[in-house]
Nanobody
Framework: QVHLVESGGGSVQSGGSLSLSCVAS????????IGWFRQSPGKEREGVAT???????TYADAVKGRFTLARDYAKNTLYLQMVNLQPEDTAMYYC?????????????????WGQGTQVTVSS
């Protein structure tokens, strides 16, 4: 089992920046793959950015060039640096661990979830 704690959400204006953090603890094999997802009201949870056990990153098309993943193995922490935020980025952002294979940006392929941190971008 993996325990995930997100932080760093907040409210910014369009064009602003935020950095999210996810501290992971528990089964090391289950948190070798870890990522960020987001969910807006009335929408399905969607993949934002993930990193697999080999360190390969995958980004959703909507965030490429604006969001960057970084992983600190010593601190068991995954960061999501977000720049040039837009109102459509407004969502609850969740950290996920334990990818079970197939599409890595498909939330149904992940087993462990944090409680989420809210990101709100105003125009």
């Amino acid at each position: 089992q993996v325990h995930l704690v997100e932080s760093g959400g907040g409210s910014v204006q369009s064009g602003g920046s935020l950095s999210l953090s996810c501290v992971a603890s528990g089964d090391s094999s289950e948190r070798s793959c870890i990522g960020w997802f987001r969910q807006s009201p009335g929408k399905e949870r969607e993949g934002v950015a993930t990193i697999d056990a080999a360190g390969s990153t995958t980004y959703a098309d909507a965030v490429k060039g604006r969001f960057t993943l970084a992983r600190d193995y010593a601190k068991n922490t995954l960061y999501l640096q977000m720049v040039n935020l837009q109102p459509e980025d407004t969502a609850m952002y969740y950290c996920a661990a334990h990818w079970r294979g197939n599409s890595i940006l498909d939330q149904t392929n992940w087993s462990n979830w944090g409680q989420g941190t809210q990101v709100t971008v105003s125009s």
